[in-house]
Each structure stands twice: as structure tokens, then as C-alpha cells.
């Protein structure tokens, strides 16, 4: 899910594409809630900033939201205690600033005329906006600035009969990119857009069915994966089992090239395919198409590590840890102040000199996005002593932004949209620099290469080949999902 | 406002009944939210559980809220600079159990297509489970168990073309008592039921227009008094000034009685009568009506001491303070350990033994609800030797639930509606009991007698005589208003 | 028990004196923690700021301490729970400024070489300062910046055998006021100084034997009141019972006038006296030495009220609540924002304008400390109409500086100090202003006059008696008590 | 520091040993706290549990203490501006258990009579027990259950002139590991114990002097590395400048090989040799030692991933991150409902299946202590397919406690302790484990061999061979602190 109403292209601190949802429900099982605080907890890397678990305990839901990491906020038994049933919906989110968010935190809730209703969205609806000006116009009131409350005003007027059919009919009005897990009365639902652009699995532990965005929310339980909910599918779990429905009109599939590249946890699955293989293929085609004599092979770390095992292996040279990084940054964030801020403090990584002095370096990093902090590590780097830097990124260079569920910053600060390789290369201060073709990126996934008719992936921040209508954006310029009464409701603090 | 959800009947432990809320806004004062934090601080006895206020600086509105009580949580400078603007609205409120209360706390906002609105209620709508239904089915999604959220929905399905419009309509459509402080973006407005049941002022300081539940808000900040706001009246503050409107059909003006013998502040002056003047006097139609031989007139602290002082002065009988009150109770709770609940802790009231040892006492007292304080009290004031205790109440016998924003048990724990004069005595433990009649107390008000033909009041706690109909509710049963939806959203923790 | 090294003339917002400390502590009774908690909680007005309690359960000490109130911070079951035994010491504290207060808050606790020593301390020692630099001089290390802990390190240096006779040899070095309670694994200790300048006595509750700094601690409990314990005398109760020790020179006694006056609440029975009567008294003598015509007397709420009952029942003039109290100022304090500081906020008291217009007032109040209190009040009083204001205070001028456990702020701030009646009367804006004479207050309390050669009070504060030395003051100029080590470690945040 | 009350063989949970402390002084720096908060960041891996700031103004101490990271404590501007002054010293502390334990957070802090002193200790007195009865017999009152306060005491009963000699006197008495850092109103000082046990370092910043545990501290800043604090030495450093004073009997050296296997950070240099240097090395001995066909090598993250690749550079055997590692554990903890433990909950690692299944695995670790994680590893990999599993350690059997500031478990939960290695190779599930030698490890660090008359290092944890007397500690069996005094102290809650 996407804050309209928050600045769109807002960036993290760490200058990487982020994921902006994890979500997670299990229907059948004792203790839900807390098994539903250990998906999400594999799923932490999916969205940081809050998290939020509803339960349904056969007759009443209870919920419970935070900000911050699961193991801070749902780890204590008082609060797992609250949350009584044998149904549980979860939600990771990525950040957004201000006071307020705790309004946007989900599953979002609704009670219905027949019965209560818990949501959790993965993706990005693009017509969200203006979906919301009708509703409001109709009489709709909207509580959050979350694209996703448009999917709840949608079911709350359907003449449908049904929770599933209201719900089936709100999200044929939507477009996007969009998997939901759902909570309602009688059980669980999971959905998946037509492109299946975001992933969502199904498992299985002890009897009870599991819903999560990836395969490693499965293994923390020692669940069994049973298969990734399928492009278009609407699963319905209740006491009589599983349901699946197909309702939408069929598509081409477009799943998200970039959960290989950085998005997805490297132990996870998806679609068929082990994230670290990939990434590991990803490092050996990018040593094929771009070598470059050297004495070592250092990946900035950690997302920059199984490109830079494949590329070492691939180009014989040495694998090292050039890079140390700091594990107790991550979470918190030391406030800058002014007077130290000229030190050029490594909060987060230090140079490991004595792999570095004298020698020829690769840096191995999954993407470039502002190219900030490539510049720092580089600058480390050769202040450490390394004789030759050469940079190589696993994938293409990131030129557009995602409308898909993931924080990107605004196109005039993607590196990669505003200069020439040569001008990166000097920005960022190294030897050379190298990105991944495409067709190597498609290789490494398993294909041929990019074919353009028949394209397997969405790959729109690479190449601007948006899957979907981009209704409530203006793609070359500004956001264009500016309402007043968005507006009026962001400054609620 | 009244927690729709929330166990009706649900009382206060220290045996009174309790005024729901206060409200407070302002219009044309630079720091409009510092005033409205002082102003509901002066209306603190009408609601201490949650207060919240809502600001608008032109362009945005701002908003904080919390529970507890407002010196606690907006006397900080870093709350009030959140909050900036030349408008507010406050709003105090009386407690409801559960965690989840935040949802519950006013004023209520809604950004409205054409702009946000700002919503604080005191009072009561007897129909608003009935509205609140008819409202789900149409699709509107209710985030609160309050009455006052009806009123929301109901405007934004309005047709009207503007925001007072809007907000008449919906009143067209509510029965009961309401009070009602608004803001939009345009201004302020201020709404009294046509039965006038609960008070609301106009005031003036500095330029600026103020609404209050009384005027003790205004004396607080120096602020004139300029006039009640009308049973019947719709007011609205903008630029251009003030406007009035009279747009519902004409009735007769009922003002709560009640507000006089306990809920508002002695100093307030209400419908053009001293609080403290009106409480004096019922105590001298008491002490005519009901006169007893004794040597000290002790009052029930607080709330009995005006009347106690015209009892006093009425009957020559000497005026004492045979009961000290701990001021630091009222608060906070020490939690009972059961250990030490035995032994009859005092924690609110202390016998002034050498008043009352050997002394033939004279308690007075507002008024009984459940009598388990009073019970209390004469026992305390018998352990401290008095050779006689004789209770004489400020008001008669309170013998019905109140509909119109007031916290009362359920009839059946009311002491009087159970009860005769001489079980009351003898359950209290007393040697004689009076109450004040009730042409006694409309003589205090300034009226000739009780004239049930042409009533000036609401006294329904008294006689039973409610002035509206009571949709939602079974007068002599349990209350009517449970609804699934309303039952699942409650349990939301 | 007075922070040495906080400012030592720091006034209180509210323009009082104020007592610094309430002790409490009770062995033999199961529970004790929780007992210990209410009769902290019934000794409130002794000290707002900070509590403290710590209870033996007969193998181990455990310990709480907190700031703000007692129903705050005592009143869960969790912090009760964790104060398990059958003994207990408590401590009320009246405020120091600065974070690092926490280390101040009492009971301190020492772990000596024979057990574990707990101590709350009601009173100040005159001499603390020199003792502490020679403590430290040896090879003491503070923790606080309380004179209590010098009482610990002479306990902790003395030879003597039994913990009781090192309490006693440390007490023999100290000057000054002190009532003590301590407790230590054999049972609790009661020490008041040979002057008996603070109150302490000794109660009974179901077989357990209670200290409490005044009666009311008894009767919130429902405790017999057995005696007070003597000037000079130090009681120890243990498993054997209570046996009474008078190690001390006797000397002559000298309690505290101002307990009478202020400090003690009106339901207290201190040395034999009940402190209601007593006020009432003071305002009895006060009608006759200062009569003057007028229409209404008027208590400055609450403190001012015994004495305008006694006033006005002697004068015949009838008493009013002219002024009305908010209740739920006192404990919480709104911050100044100075943008309406202008408008002469009247958080604590309001105008019970129908009282007082057109009408000759006598406002009647304990004391005058500052005036600035008083000013605000009768400037208030003017503006609700009043046509005369006469101020009658229940005690003698203020003039001195109290150096035995009370807050007073500096002798050049006392307008007393600096000021004749005439003077003082045009700065406070009275019509007249008159203060009862020495010999009316030594009337009230029982005593034919003040009889200098026979002093049966401490009254320093009224005469600059002082009945010790003030070795660590220069009284007629700034506190002598300036260390380099105690400023340093007072600035430790 | 070691607690001398808690538990002395509390266990981490997760099987590690745990250095217990980090310390940091600068002075001579602008914002001296900002910069030592960066240092104490960088040093989080020696103690995660609390921390705590001194600073020195010129005139006043200021301190601030909190538990939890640094990170999250010592961010906020706020807090960093309370710190003023050029000078700081500050200290990152390991866990004990016990809501008391803020008492035992460093820098302890004394107001002595020549003015004020912080101290910050790295390392274990292992006669602080004796000492501290010897000191409470004198009269001195203990405030923690930290080894460290003994030092503190020592200095304020001693008779030398100077903070220095005071401290040096102390020191001459204390045995075991110290590397202290100390701040006093002059400067700062450091001081490592004659036999060099723990590492402290200098560096240099801006002109301003720097002491840290490691140089990662250093980099974090940019500041340049001087040398390291030799063995014996004090260092003073103040507005003269550095003096260096070498007061105790000359030792040999004994630095804690530990330090180079797993506390300090790889990126840190310590007696002039780089520690991810000495762990490749480690791993290519381990590799000639401990050789075994297999298809790839697996680290267990992070702690054995140098030596991984040193025994695979060595071996020739890939790489591979065949255990993914969760990075939002390790800072909180889930806390176990009893209903989800059979689970087998993998909250901090994962199996990379696509990288074990089917391959014959050589897993390495640092060391192994209890063998708890290490079984749980083993079982994980086997179940994702592997077909054979070899465990290799990067160090000697660990078979004994440390007595010099390690938490280690008591000797009988050391696995290696209790068991032959055929046993420990069943117990943990493998088909084979291997240990690095003695010889090996000396190889490692550029010894010869481990020649056991003329020791380079403490290895006493590997073989028992302890270089200083255990006065406290009766080795083979439990601990022998247990004192009276100290065991009420510890259950002050």
C-alpha cells in the first residue's frame, strides 16, 4: 500500500529502492497471533517502520498496531495475550514521516453491516486517488491517506451479497499492483493482482493454511510451502477448506524483476526460483560481460554479497570482506548534529584496511539509486589505500520510478536518469563502473533474454515499461495526487 | 457524547452521577489552541478521562489528543506548537472502560470533499443506534462507538451545498440533547438542541469569539460573557462575523436541572443564574422544608458545601468542616489489593473528629445515587462519636436514568427508585432523612412552584418526564442500543 | 531531611511554606508495602514530588522509589507486589529542581557491614554541611546531595555494636530537626530530636505497630492512635515489641507553630491538639484582635478556611465561598506559553462573582509568604465588584528564614522582611490588613501568651528564635553551604 | 567491570562468550560527547546492555545512563546537549539481570574531596570481593555490586596528594584484567594492568586525545590510530599534554588471544596486528589442520565468516552463505510463549536450501561454548538436504571460565569441558568436527608454537592456565562471592 497523501517520492536514509509491505495470515491454528509475529519477523526486511496483527477469535476481532520492528513491539506475551483466536492478518509497513502514521498502519479494520473486515495490502493501487475523489464525493469518509482504504469504501457500497464477491468487485475497479491478505468472519482470503507484479505464497503448518509475501515467513515456522498464489487468483480459506476463484479477465504475468535484484530475503523462493541463486547467477553473467583485472572482490554489504561470491567465482579472484559493516545500525539512527557532521562519521560501514591497502578493488552492489552512498564507500575505500576502484552493479541502471508498492525518489534524483555512464563513473569517483544488461538480468533469472513482445517481468524502473495505466500520476513529472482534502487530513498530526 | 457500545449504565466509583463533556472553541485569537487548552482546563469537571483539541492555521488542520487530564497532557509547549492557528476546538470527556477509547475521544474530524470538518458534542442523541444502522447499510464506515459519529456520516451524504447546511440537516434528523461545537474552514459554529437541554455560552476576548459549556471558560481567561446561545439556535462565526440561525421547529425550553445541583461549577452562571447563588438557596428551602435539632451542619465535601452554607445560615445552626476531604484522591486510583480492602480504607474522606464527637450532625449532601457513599460517610461520621446523624439532600430523590449525556446507573441501582423514604434512612444508616421537594427546588431556580402543565426543565432523573422520545432505548429495561457490528468494533482492543 | 546543594531558597510556585517530608512505617503487618503506600498517600500534603518505599520481607531489603504522587506511582498491584514482608518504610518528598533528583529520593538504603539499613528522614540537619566535608575528608563517598546520607556515614564509621546505637551516636553529632523512621532486619526505629521540632507518632493497626508523621496516616488505615513519641526519644520495635530509649540530653520542647498554622492537615491531632479547632481558634482570636465592618468573609481556599469559619462565627458576619478552588489544579502545572501570559490566566482560583460584588470582603488566609499570591487574589476580588477588601491573615508576620525541614524562600523575597503593615497593605492593594498578634497565637494553641523565657514552640519563622545553632547558615545572608565537590556533583543531570 | 551479586555464570542466550565492556575518553574535542557517543556506537559489539556519558564542562560533570544501545539512548540531540564540556568519557556495558541494574551502569562517577572522578573499566578484579569486605568493615557504603566500585573506594580512603597517585594506589592493590579509562577536572587518564590482558588504544583527533577498547572506535571518526596503551602503563592526558607514568612491577605480556578468535571487531587492528588478518589466518591452519572433502564451505554467520574464507581460499572448496542471517534479531527477543517452542522457531537463522541440498557441507564456526546453537545449526542444515556435515572451530576447545571480564558459563555447561571430542561430535549431530590446535592458533597470530614457558597471550579459557591469582574464585567449583551484605544489596529492586 502506498500514503497518498505523504510525499511520494520521500527516500530512506540508505539510498536503496524499499519494499513497502510484508503481510502474513494464517487461518486454523492455535496461537495465530503470535505465529503471525514470527512471519512478519522474517518478513521485517519488507517494511520496518510499524506493524499491526488482528486475530478472530470466532466471535470478536482484536487488534493491535505499533510503530517499529515486530520484536520490539509484539514480542511480549501481554500483548500476544490480547490477541486471542485461531485466525490471525498481519502487516509490515514502510515508513512514512509524521505523527500521524498510525492511522495508516494496517491490516486496516472495518465493521460491515454483516460482520467485521481486516486488510493488509502489498502494492501500490495507481487509480487509488481518483477512486478516493468519488467515494468522498458519495459520501465515503476516508480515516487514512493509505490507497488501501479505497479497497474498504469499495466493499462497504458493493450490492454484492458476499464479503468475497464485495471484495472480488471493489478490486476489479482497482489498478496496480496488489496482493492482499484478508481476515473476515468465516476465514481468510488472499488475492493477487492479474500481473502477479507482488508475490504472495501459500503454506501449510500442522493443518492450519498460511498466507505470506515470501517462502522464508514459512520457513522461521517450519512450515511447508505448497505453491505462490497464482496471478489472479482469489483464495478463499474457510472451515470447509481452500477455494480458488479466477474472476479477473486473464493478463500476461509480471512479476517484479527488482525482488530478485534487492527486494526479496536471499533464503526465499520465488515463483520457482532460490533469490540467492539468482543473485549469484546475477554476479557471474555481470563478471562475464564486465571484467576488469583485480586483486579483490569486496561487496558492499550486505545486499551487494551473493553477486560478489557469483562474480568471484566466476572471475577467479579473490572474495573479501573490504567492507565491514556495523550490525547495530539499521534500526536507529544517530540525529546529525551539525557540529560532527563534518567528521564524514562511518556509522555504518568501515573500511577493513588491511584487505584494501595496495590493492585492486571490485565493489560488487545490487543498484544504484541516488548514488550517494556509493560515493561514500568509494571515498572509504580508496582512503583505506586501494590502488584501483572499479564498481559493478547487479542490474541494470534504476531510471524510473516504481508505482508498484515501492518507495523510489523522484526521477530527478535517480543517478541513472540524469547523467551518462562516464559522468556516473566520475560522480561516484571510481576506476570504472558496470551495470548488468538487461538481457544478462533476464539470463540470470532463466530466460533467453528481454524480449520486448513478450516481456516475463515487470522491469519498469529499469526501462519505463509501466505494466498498467498510471491513472493518478503524471509519470515525467511531479506526483500528480495532490487532493485538498488529502492535503488537509496529511497535516493532522 | 455517549459511547454507544460502552456498558450504558456503566458508574463512576465515587457514587455521583457525571456530566459527559465539555466543550470550548474560539475564533480570531492568535493561539487559539493555548486558550482552548486553559478553556477546558475551567470545564475540567465536566469529562477528566480524555480531551482533545483541533486547530486550523488557514490551510491545515492539526489535531492532538489524549487521555487523561488536560494540564497533564496539553500544558507543554512542544503539544501547544503543534497545534497552530487562529481557530480551535476542544473537548472534554468522561470515561469509557477499554483500551481502545482513543477512537472514542473528541472532537471527531472528517475531511469532507469540499473541506475538513471538526465536530465536539455534549449531550446525547436517543436515536442514534437507530441512524447508525440505517448508515452501515448505505455503506458508511464508522470508526467510533460514539453517538456523535452519526452526525459525521449523516452530513457527508448530505446533499446541501454547504458545511452549516450540511450539519442542520443532519440535526433534523437526531432526537435528543446536544450541545455542539464545531469548526470548518471558514469559521466556527455553535449548535443547541431546541429544548436547550445543555448549556453553551458566547463570549469575547480580545476580539475574538469563544464558545463554552460555561462561563467559568471565560472567567478563566478574562473573557466577557455576551449571552447563552439559544435552545433552537444554530451560530456561526466567520470573518464576516456572527450569524444566527433558528432553523429547527420551535419548542419549549427544557435547560437541565441537574446542571444546577451538581454538574456545573459553583461559579459558572447558567440561563442567567449564580451557580453557586441557585446551590445556596436550594440548602435554605431545604433547611425551611426540613429542619432537625443539632449542633453542626457538616457538608458532604465538595459538592455539598453551598448548600450546606444556606442550610446553615437559614437554620442559625453552626457551619463546620466535620469531614476533610484528601485532595490528592480524585485522580488517581490506588488499585484495591484485596489484602487490605478489609480494613475500610478512607481514602477520599476523613472524619474531623473533634467536630463531630458528641455532636448532633446535620449532613448535606446534593444529592443520592446509589447511596453506597453516603452509607460510608455516616458510618465514618458515627465512628467519630456524633450522638446523632441526620442527612438532608439538596435535590428529591433521583429515581430515573438520565438519556441526555449523563453517566447513571441502571434504575435498578438507583437508591430511590427501589426504596422508600424509611429504607433509604435505614440502609444509610441515618437517624432521620430528607430531600428537598420538588417546588423546592423550582422555587430555588426562581420559579413559583413545579408546574407540570408548563415545565421550565428537564427533570427526568426526578419524575420520570423525559422531554423526547427514546428510540434507542427501553426506559425501564436494560438498554436497547446492541448491535453486531457495534459489539465486534468494541471488542477492537 | 534538605538537599544541600539544591538552591536552597527555591519557592514553590504557589507562594506557601512548604513542609518537606511525610514518614510512614509499620512492622508486624502483612502487607505492609500496601499500608505503607495509603498512609504515604493520607500524608501527601507533606511532600508532593517524589516517594519512596522500602519493605523486608525477613531475608531481603526491596525498594521503589518514584516522582509524583503516591496514587500515581503506588497504586498498581505490580509495584506493590515487588514490595513483599511484613515491614515497611516510606517517604513522601517535597520537590528539588534538576533530573538527577532520583538519588535524593528517600528512604535511603545502606548495605553495612552487619545488614541492611533503611532511613526517611522528616526535618534538617543545621550541621550537615560541615559533618559531610569531614565524612568526606576520611574517605566517605556521596551518593546524594541529601543531608540524610550523612546520617548513613556516620552510621557506617561508627564502632558501636548494634545498628540502634550507631543510629544513636550518629544523631548525638547532628543539629538540627529530625523525626526519623528507619528500619533495618531486625525491626523499624522511631527517633525524634531532643527539641521535638517535627511531629511523629505512633500508631496501632490490627497488632502492628505504625510511626506516621500525624494522625491522619492513622486514620486512613482505620489504625488506633496509641501516643506521640516524645522530644528526644527513640523507639525501636521488633520482634520482642517496643522498648523506648531517651539517650539524648534532655532538652526543652520546642514543636513547630507553623504545623498548627499550615502544614498539617485539619483532621490531624498533633501533641494532643486538634489542628481544625486550632485554626479555628486562630481565626477566633484573630476576629477580636482585627475586627472590622464588613459584609461577607471570604476563606483564600483552602488553607484559609478553619480561620474564616472561626472568624466569621465569632464576628457574626456571614461566611462565603467567594473564591472559588479548581481541583485539578495543584497537581499539574499548564507552561507558560508567554503569549498568554497577558491575559492573567486564573488557573487555581476564580471570582464567585455573585458573592462578591457590591459587597465589603474580608478575605481571610493562613499567611503571607511572598504576597504575590495574595495580590492576585485581591486584585481578583476587586474585579468581580467587591466595594471593600480587607485581608485578616491566621499568624504573625513571616520574617524569617525556616532552616528545619520547611522550603522558604530567601529572607529578602519575605515581604514581612522588608516591608511595614502599611506598606505590605498598599502592595497587596487591601483597604486594611491585619496579621494576628504573637500572644493571639499562643492563645489559640492553649497558651496564656508567648512567654520568651519559656518558649513551648519553635516560632523562628515569626521571630528568628532559632532554638539551635545554624552552623552550616549564615542566616541574615545567602546559605553558607557552598562545596566545590557538592556543586559539581548537583550538576551531575 | 563484573557484578560481583548477579549470577556470576549467567549465560547469553546465544552461546557466545561476551566481552563485557567497551570504554571511550576524548579530550581536547569540541562536543566531546557527540564524538564518544560515535565511539561508544562503534564499540556496541562489547556490550550491548547499557551505557552511559560523562562529560566535563570546566566546572561541572554532567552524565547521562541508559540501557539499551547506544543507538537508541544517545541519538537524540537532546541528550547529547545535556553532555557539554571538551572532555567525556563514556562506557558500553554487557547484560545482568534485575531491574536494579541501572546502579551498576558506568561511568561510575565520585565526588571526592578534591573534586570529582569517573571511571570506566574493561576487564575483572578477581580480589574485589576481598577488598570490598575489607572496605565495608572501614565504614565505606557500597552503591553497586560492580568490581569497579571497589577502585572508587580505594582512591577515597587513600592518602596520596594527586587523583593520579590516588588511583595508581588502588591499582597496585586490585589483581586481575583492567584497561581503565578515567576522567577527573583536569583530563583524562588510561591505564592497563601490567599484563596487557584487555586492549586499549590512542588515538588522535583534530588535536584532541582519544582512549577506546579497539580502532574501529577510532575509524568510525576518522580519527588517526597512535598506539596502543602498553601494558602497565597510565597515561595522562591533560591541558600539559600526555604523560606517561609506568608505576607497577614490570610482567610479561599476556593480551587475550580470544580477542583476536571472536570479540573484537574485524575491522579493528590490536597490538598491531588486523583481527580479520588473524581470522583468515586462522581459517587457512584450520584448513591445513582439519582438512575434509566436501562440495562447499558454509559459515556460521557472522562471527565465522573470515575464518570461512580463509579455509576456503586454503581448501578451494566455494564459498557459500549457506545460513542466511535474520539482521533485525539480536538488539530484541522474542519472548517464547510455551504454545510456539515445539515450533522449533528459526528466529535468527535460516537454511539457504538451494545452496546445502544434496552437498556435502563444511560448516565453520569461532568457537563453540555450551554446543546449544551449534546442535540447532547442525539439525537446520541436515534438513534442508545436506548430505554430509562437517563442523570445523576456528579455535582450541574452550574448557574453561574467565575470571578477566568474560561472561562465560560455569565450567560444567562448557561442553568441551565435559566431553571427548567423539562425544561433542554426536552431541552436535556432525560426521565430523575438527579444532584448531594450540600451535595452530599461535601460528595464527605469528607466534612459532605455544611455548608454554614464555606465553605471549592469556589463553586460560583454552587451557587453564590462568596469569593471575583467583583470590575471589574458588575455580573448579562455584564461585565464591557470596557475601551477606552483597545478597540483601542485589534484591534491591
Not at 536503496?16 to 503471525?36: D, M, N, P, R, W
Not at 502514521?101 to 487509480?127: K, T, W
Not at 572499479?390 to 535517480?414: F, N, W
Amino acid at each position: 500500500m502506498t500514503d497518498l497523501a505523504a510525499p511520494a517520492w520521500q527516500v530512506g536514509e540508505d539510498d536503496k529502492l524499499h519494499e513497502e509491505c510484508g503481510v502474513f495470515a494464517i487461518y486454523g491454528a492455535s496461537h495465530a497471533a503470535a505465529v503471525t509475529a514470527l512471519g512478519l519477523h522474517a518478513l521485517q526486511h519488507r517494511g520496518q517502520e510499524a506493524a499491526g496483527i488482528v486475530s478472530f477469535d470466532g466471535k470478536l476481532f482484536h487488534q493491535h498496531r505499533a510503530k517499529g520492528l515486530i520484536g520490539d513491539s509484539f514480542s511480549r506475551k501481554s500483548v500476544i495475550e490480547q490477541l486471542p483466536g485461531n485466525a490471525a492478518l498481519g502487516h509490515n509497513r514502510y515508513a512514512t514521516t509524521g505523527a500521524s502514521e498510525m492511522r495508516n498502519v494496517q491490516p486496516l479494520y472495518a465493521d460491515f453491516a454483516f460482520g467485521g473486515f481486516a486488510l493488509a495490502h502489498n502494492g501500490n493501487l495507481s487509480n487509488a486517488g481518483k477512486l478516493r475523489r468519488e467515494l468522498v464525493q458519495r459520501g465515503s469518509i476516508f480515516q487514512s491517506t493509505s490507497d488501501t482504504e479505497t479497497i474498504i469504501h469499495l466493499m462497504a457500497i458493493s450490492k454484492k451479497k458476499t464479503i468475497v464477491h464485495r471484495l472480488i468487485e471493489a478490486m476489479e475497479q482497482c489498478e496496480g499492483a496488489y496482493s492482499l491478505a484478508a481476515m473476515y468472519d468465516d476465514g481468510i482470503i488472499g488475492v493477487r493482482d492479474p500481473l502477479g507484479i507482488r508475490p504472495l505464497v501459500l503454506g501449510e503448518l500442522d493443518g492450519a493454511s498460511v498466507l505470506a509475501s515470501e517462502t522464508c515467513a514459512l520457513d522461521i515456522l517450519g512450515a511447508a510451502y505448497v505453491r505462490d498464489i497464482e496471478p489472479g487468483e482469489v483464495v478463499v480459506i474457510d472451515k470447509r477448506g481452500m477455494t480458488s476463484l479466477r474472476p479477473f479477465k486473464p493478463r500476461e504475468h509480471r512479476f517484479c524483476i527488482f525482488e530478485y535484484v534487492y527486494f526479496a530475503r536471499p533464503d526465499s523462493t520465488l515463483e520457482g526460483r532460490g533469490v540467492y541463486d539468482i543473485r549469484k547467477r546475477i554476479g557471474q553473467e555481470l563478471a562475464r560481460e564486465q571484467p576488469t583485472p583485480a586483486d579483490v572482490i569486496v561487496p558492499v554489504p550486505d545486499s551487494g554479497v551473493p553477486a560478489a561470491i557469483g562474480y568471484a567465482q566466476e572471475s577467479g579472484i579473490p572474495f573479501e570482506l573490504g567492507i565491514i559493516r556495523n550490525h547495530y545500525v539499521g534500526r536507529t539512527f544517530i540525529e546529525p548534529t551539525d557540529q560532527i557532521r563534518h567528521l564524514g562519521v562511518k556509522l555504518k560501514h568501515n573500511a577493513n584496511r588491511s584487505m584494501l591497502a595496495g590493492k585492486r578493488v571490485i565493489l560488487v552492489d545490487d543498484s544504484i539509486v541516488r548514488g550517494t552512498t556509493s560515493t561514500k564507500i568509494v571515498a572509504m575505500v580508496r582512503q583505506a589505500g586501494a590502488s584501483e576502484v572499479h564498481m559493478r552493479i547487479a542490474s541494470p541502471p534504476t531510471q524510473h520510478g516504481c508505482y508498484y508498492g515501492v518507495d523510489t525518489p523522484e526521477r530527478s534524483k535517480l543517478l541513472a536518469a540524469r547523467h551518462t555512464l562516464d559522468e556516473m563513473a566520475r560522480i561516484i569517483g571510481v576506476d570504472s563502473l558496470g551495470f548488468l544488461s538487461f538481457d544478462g538480468l533476464y539470463r540470470a533469472v532463466g530466460e533467453a533474454k528481454r524480449d520486448p513482445a513478450n516481456l516475463a517481468f515487470c522491469d519498469a524502473c529499469f526501462t519505463g515499461d509501466y505494466p498498467t495505466p498510471l491513472t493518478d500520476y503524471d509519470h515525467e513529472n511531479a506526483p500528480a495526487n495532490s487532493l485538498p482534502g488529502l492535503l488537509q487530513e496529511a497535516a493532522i498530526s
